[in-house]
């Protein structure tokens, strides 16, 4: 993709030569360093008749200086296609003030970043006034609103509005939102001349069963990276130092190495269990190596609800909050002012709030690194050979990892994601690794993970397929091919049905360490679910169903404690914590400190009926075990700056916590 010399020019000479930072303007924080930000969009529509009305000075100054961020991202164009300000370029829904100018003039004096949202691939007004713009269905329909990343919308129309909108308000970057999560398989006769070319394959496959399918989809994420590397390299060229994300790449989205040129990664979390996506998300992009944030939603929209949206209180907020700081990132939340622009004092307050218990664990989180102990392997393969979309939001599809992850942080383990694209690097620093339920982890995967067991690594395996994958290493008989089957298996005080895909094994040379039973009666037929075996100088464990997507779809404690009892065969832990399911324990260090993060997910959001909660009743006393090479000189309670009394024996400092409300840091010196 390429920009033609005229169209570069006529880009040129829209960004003309203003739009940079006065000398008397106080510094604004590059976004790899910016800790804290707000979004605000609109997606301005040609109904709007008030847009910008009650947007005022006075109150952005209020807003500043209550909440202090580091960035706001304010609405510039969202997936309708209207421009939120007068433009030269294309059409702009009806202003009354531009908001846009306003939020520049204090902003800028203020040293505060300013953002836009901007849809890219998705805008219907593109669509509407340049039909052969459209990427076109399968059935040969234009999509109502995603573009053809074939076609010209991106340098005749996405590139001329975001140098307009960088030149006439001196922006610091854009968010670009629409983007891999809006992006389609394309029949546009351009898409079929270039898919043809490329793959010499006459008939477009149409789905799964056809020929080329998944060499089809793959030339359709080529053609998307490509995309966001022209308009990076265009923007970028043009201005020096506009920041750019592509929203939700190089996350669980589109889980690939990061290679193209977005300054910042970025997504927005939204929906039922924010708390379990956030954990998820954070995980990932904390292993991602580019400076990362995630977005909250200042609201929830109810399920089967007929009242929409209900705002989040600060209690939930900074609830969400700690999830994602403890994991290093930055953080931000999404309120949507009134259609004149208002946001509402209540709101500020809110978000006042949330910002002050952000930044007082700001020094001790940000830009923080893992302190290695059980990590989960996220597969890009599986997704990409079995979902059969281009990228996420897959869905159901990442629940073998969800619920990995959410049942080891309920058992008290702190837990990394591993990208796949970075297994082999980092494999060897984590003492124990576990590969969840996917459909298809792939060979090389197999290999990679075999090498870090026989080279002394403890690797625990979920899945029927995952089974078959490592047959040859698990020291079992595989029997009949893995089928839908009734399973359950023995918690600490009831059952926990984990129905799905089993393969049934026979112990070759393994110890069986777990049973499942067909119905909730551990007095006959039991069947092995899980087994141990030596592995060179390591070991390898496996749970021979789908215990990972049946967590994610039930949260059985039963299904929990049968995990934690396969994990402790494997994996002692550097951190204990004598507390309830409810704590997630996160390790960190910076600066030479080891940082504990302790984490209350009590009452955390997880039911449409109770889309909102503004009560989150403390937990404790915690007794805190560290396993430490050396007795600490001090730990304290941060940010509290209290000092923890402990005793020291043979190599475990034991601490005690009275009272945790929603996030503390233990600091070892």
């Known amino acids: 993709m390429r920009t033609t010399r005229r169209g570069f020019l006529k880009n040129a000479a829209i960004l003309g030569a203003t739009g940079s930072r006065a000398a008397e303007d106080p510094p604004r924080l590059p976004r790899k360093d910016c800790f804290l930000g707000m979004h605000f969009d609109l997606h301005p529509r040609n109904s709007d008749l008030a847009l910008g009305r009650d947007v005022s000075e006075e109150m952005i100054e209020k807003f500043l200086s209550e909440v202090k961020p580091d960035y706001v991202q304010y609405d510039c164009k969202g997936h309708v296609g209207f421009l939120g300000y007068p433009s030269k370029v294309s059409a702009s829904a009806p202003t009354v003030k531009d908001s846009l100018e306003i939020w520049r003039r204090v902003t800028r004096r203020r040293g505060v970043g300013l953002f836009i949202h901007f849809s890219g691939v998705l805008d219907q007004v593109a669509v509407r006034d340049h039909p052969e713009w459209a990427c076109v269905r399968p059935d040969g329909m234009l999509e ?149 944030d995630l977005m909250a939603w200042g609201f929830q929209r109810a399920t089967l609800s007929r009242v929409g949206l209900s705002h989040k209180p600060a209690v939930q907020l900074q609830q969400e909050a700690a999830v994602v700081v403890a994991q290093g990132g930055g953080f931000q939340i999404y309120y949507q002012p009134t259609r004149a622009g208002r946001i509402d004092d209540r709101h500020i307050a809110v978000m006042a709030k949330v910002a002050r218990f952000c930044r007082a664990r700001q020094a001790l989180s940000h830009k923080s690194e893992t302190v290695p102990q059980i990590g989960v392997v996220f597969s890009k393969t599986s997704l990409y050979s079995t979902v059969n979309k281009l990228f996420g939001g897959w869905g159901a599809a990442v629940d073998p990892a969800r619920g990995i992850i959410d049942a080891l942080v309920e058992s008290g383990y702190s837990v990394d994601v591993i990208p796949e694209w970075k297994l082999d690097e980092t494999a060897r620093q984590y003492p124990c690794i576990v590969l969840p339920d996917w459909p298809n982890s792939g060979e090389a995967v197999g290999r990679s993970l075999l090498a870090y067991a026989r080279a002394g690594g403890k690797l625990l395996i979920a899945g029927a397929e995952n089974a078959a994958l490592f047959a040859g290493s698990l020291g079992v008989k595989l029997g009949k091919p893995a089928a839908r089957q009734a399973a359950f298996v023995a918690g600490d005080e009831v059952f926990a049905n984990v129905t799905g895909n089993w393969r049934s094994v026979e112990p070759a040379g393994a110890q069986v360490i777990e049973s499942r039973y067909p119905a909730s009666d551990g007095s006959r037929d039991a069947e092995c679910a899980a087994t141990l075996a030596r592995l060179g100088a390591g070991e390898i464990a496996a749970i021979y169903g789908p215990l990972g997507s049946v967590f994610a779809a039930a949260h059985a404690p039963a299904a929990r404690q049968f995990l934690n009892r396969v994990v402790r065969r494997l994996f002692t832990p550097m951190v204990e914590v004598d507390g309830p399911p409810v704590l997630e324990v996160v390790l960190r260090r910076k600066q030479g400190k080891l940082l504990v993060h302790l984490l209350n997910a009590c009452a955390m959001q997880v039911a449409g009926d109770y889309a909102v909660t503004d009560f989150i009743p403390p937990v404790g006393p915690l007794e805190v075990r560290l396993r430490l090479g050396r007795k600490p000189a001090r730990v304290t309670l941060e940010p509290e700056g209290r000092v923890l009394p402990g005793e020291w024996r043979e190599g475990t400092w034991t601490g005690r916590i009275e009272r945790l409300e929603l996030h503390g840091i233990l600091a070892v010196g």
């Not at 005749?156 to 970057?173: C, F, H, N, T, V």
């Not at 001349?193 to 477009?204: K, M």
């Not at 022209?230 to 790449?249: E, T």
């Open 144 to 292: 109502s609103q995603a573009t053809s990343t074939f076609g010209p919308y991106v340098d005749e129309r996405m590139i001329p509005q975001l140098l307009e909108a960088s030149e006439k308000y001196g922006l610091d970057g854009v968010w670009v939102d629409g983007e891999c999560w809006g992006v389609r398989p394309d029949y546009s006769p351009a898409a079929a001349r270039a898919f043809r070319q490329a793959a010499g394959i006459e008939a477009l496959p149409r789905g799964p069963g056809d020929k080329g399918w998944q060499q089809f989809l793959e030339f359709h994420r080529e053609q998307f990276r490509k995309y966001v590397r022209h308009y990076c390299d265009v923007l970028h060229r043009a201005r020096p130092g506009f920041q750019i994300a592509s929203n939700w790449l190089y996350t669980t989205y589109v889980p690939e190495r990061p290679e193209l040129p977005v300054d910042y990664l970025s997504g927005d979390y939204l929906g039922n269990a924010s708390i379990s996506a956030a954990r998820l998300d954070a995980r990932y992009l904390s292993a991602a190596g580019k400076p990362w």
